[in-house]
């Protein structure tokens, strides 16, 4: 018989705290404008639906949501750009969404900046629609930038 080396898909599971240095160095590879520590912390004390996306050598993404009166906020979506391009944002949108229907939740919303179109196309397609145009919301290399309103609605 044959060793056959198999690599194990990438799961989504819980973040812990042990995750934050790994979350971090993924977010500073990621954006120009990345989270802070401390931001991950509040994020984790405060209860709010925080994933990581598990690789064969650790951790290689995560998201982060807010539940609360029947609406889901997506605050994060990150995937390390080594493992871009192959389902993963995808997945772990969609394993949030789900995860905010177990909880009851009937509207998904989020924001993107106005030139992050990778992600933008993304929220489309999965079924995201524009409801608004949120001015100078994010910071950028000169001034401010806009952010598109997106939000979904979800069914049990
Ligand atoms: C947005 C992000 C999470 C997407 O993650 P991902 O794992 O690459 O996403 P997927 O592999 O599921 O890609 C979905 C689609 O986007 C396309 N795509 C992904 N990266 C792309 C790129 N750099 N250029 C063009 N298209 C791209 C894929 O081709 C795929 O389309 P297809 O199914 O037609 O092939 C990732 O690019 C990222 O972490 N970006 C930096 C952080 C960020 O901007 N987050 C979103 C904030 S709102």
New binding site residues.
């Given amino acids: 018989m044959s060793a056959v080396a198999i690599t194990p898909e990438p799961s989504i599971r819980s973040m812990r705290w042990e995750d934050l240095p790994a979350v971090l160095r ?1 977010e500073e590879q ?2 120009e404008f990345p989270w802070t520590l401390a931001i991950f912390r509040d994020c984790l004390r405060v209860g709010y639906v925080c994933r990581v996306i598990e690789g064969p050598g650790g951790v290689i ?1 995560h998201g982060l949501m807010s539940v609360g009166a029947g609406e889901c906020h ?1 605050l ?6 080594d ?11 969609e394993h949030l969404l789900d995860e905010a229907r177990r909880r009851g939740v009937r509207m998904a919303l ?4 106005v030139s ?8 489309q ?1 999965l079924g995201f629609d524009e409801i608004g145009l949120r001015k100078d919301y994010y910071p950028a290399r000169h001034g401010r930038e806009d952010a598109i309103l997106l939000a979904r609605e979800l069914h049990a």
């Fill in positions: 993924i990621s954006y993404g997506l994060n979506v990150c995937v390390q750009p493992y871009q391009r192959r389902g993963l944002g995808t997945r772990l949108v989020l924001e993107v900046r992050n179109q990778v992600a933008y196309r993304i929220y397609r």
